[in-house]
Structures are given as C-alpha cells and as structure tokens.
T-cell receptor, first 113, second 114 residues
Framework: AQSVTQLDSQVPVFEEAPVELRCNYS??????LFWYVQYPNQGLQLLLK??????LVKGINGFEAEFNKSQTSFHLRKPSVHISDTAEYFC???????????FGQGTELSVKP | GAVVSQHPSRVICKSGTSVKIECRSL??????MFWYRQFPKQSLMLMAT?????????EQGVEKDKFLINHASLTLSTLTVTSAHPEDSSFYIC??????????FGPGTRLTVL
C-alpha cells in the first residue's frame, strides 16, 4: 500500500531564509506526486506536481521540488520565504492520474519576521 | 483554473440530526468526486470516491450508512452526515476531477455537532 511520510510536523523559519520541507513516499508502482498548500480554514491549493520527465519541478509562488526515485523522496524547497508562505503543506501520492490521493501528515511552515 | 465550491462553509447542528453538504464543480463536468475529512492539525483522510451515476466506493472504516454520498449529476455531489454526533465534528473537503485528470479541491465545510 502507498504511504507518504512528511518528516517534519513544524518548520519555523525567518523571513527571506531558504526552506526545505521533506517528503518520502513508498510505492511499488509508478507514482504521481503532489504538493498542496492549505491556509487556515480553507481547502487545498496545488503548488506543483510530478508526473514524469524532468525530476525538478517548478510550481507557483517560487516553490520547486525534486523527485528522487532512488531515495523515494519529493522534497519541497523555496530559496527565500515570505511571511505569506505561513501555512500547512501537504505532500500527496497517487498511483493513478486522477485517482485517489494519499496524503502525508502535513508540515506547518511558520515564517517569522 | 477549475473551480469547486462547497456549501455551506460552516454548519452547526444538534446531535442526532442530519446535515447535507454540497460540492459543485462550477466550470467543468466532474466525472469523479472525492470526499475527505480532516481533524484539527491532522491530514486529509479519504472517505469515499464517487463516480457520476454510480454508487460511491467507501474507504475501509467509513460507515456508508452514516455518510451518504450522492453524485447525481456531473456537477454536483452531496455528502449527508446522518444522525450526527459530536465525534463527527470535522472539516469536510471535497475534490473533483474530469476523467483521468487532476483533482481540484473545494474550500471545505466546517461541521460542528453540539
């Protein structure tokens, strides 16, 4: 069965510092990988996705992620964060394009001035 | 991009009553809709998958008689929480996809059962 592990439940960081949110997955088949952001009391917004091809994926708001098959990881990075990036971030995996998603536990990113 | 709405955004009900939550795809036809629940500070847990015109497929541990899902049209799915209890209080989120395509998420519905 598929699973997703987000290694950090909380990541505090100062404004304009770089950040990496870690995500590892387990799957025995092809995977589609996603990062979503959730602001308080709101639904999920897609940041980026990996379907195939280039392992470095660029998303919205300056975020990017790198698919590493050998390490089964899909870490999210941003070189310089803003206060407005404070939110909950979820990594998700699916073995079917358009199929059900399995979510990680979430990482709370807190950007401080 | 594709827009998915949910109604209501917040609902408070008494224990024992039933509550219906609507999920609509506003600018596309959603052949598949998904229902998730999210407890505070926790991840999203898939409850069920519904395809238009078919019975929903429920995840293990989700009571289908308690969480009734109807997907009668290509733009509307409803989740009815029957005989709600305080432990059903949660954030319910739907998502929709058109064929084999990306899921688009609704803004969520906060259910509080007193």
């Amino acid at each position: 069965a598929q699973s997703v592990t987000q290694l950090d439940s909380q990541v505090p960081v100062f404004e304009e510092a770089p950040v990496e949110l870690r995500c590892n997955y387990s799957s025995s088949v092809s995977v589609y990988l996603f990062w979503y952001v959730q602001y308080p009391n709101q639904g999920l917004q897609l940041l980026l996705k990996y379907l195939s091809g280039s392992t470095l994926v660029k998303g919205i708001n300056g975020f990017e992620a790198e698919f590493n098959k050998s390490q089964t990881s899909f870490h999210l990075r941003k070189p310089s964060v803003h206060i407005s990036d404070t939110a909950e971030y979820f990594c998700a995996v699916s073995d079917t394009w358009g199929g059900k998603l399995i979510f990680g536990q979430g990482t709370e990113l807190s950007v401080k001035p | 991009g594709a827009v998915v709405s949910q109604h209501p955004s917040r609902v408070i009900c008494k224990s024992g009553t039933s509550v219906k939550i609507e999920c609509r795809s506003l600018d596309f036809q959603a052949t598949t809709m998904f229902w998730y629940r999210q407890f505070p500070k926790q991840s999203l847990m898939l409850m069920a998958t519904s395809n238009e015109g078919s019975k929903a497929t429920y995840e293990q541990g989700v009571e289908k008689d308690k969480f009734l899902i109807n997907h009668a049209s290509l733009t509307l799915s409803t989740l009815t929480v029957t005989s709600a209890h305080p432990e059903d209080s949660s954030f319910y989120i739907c998502s929709a996809s058109a064929g084999l395509n990306e899921q688009f998420f609704g803004p969520g519905t906060r259910l509080t059962v007193l």
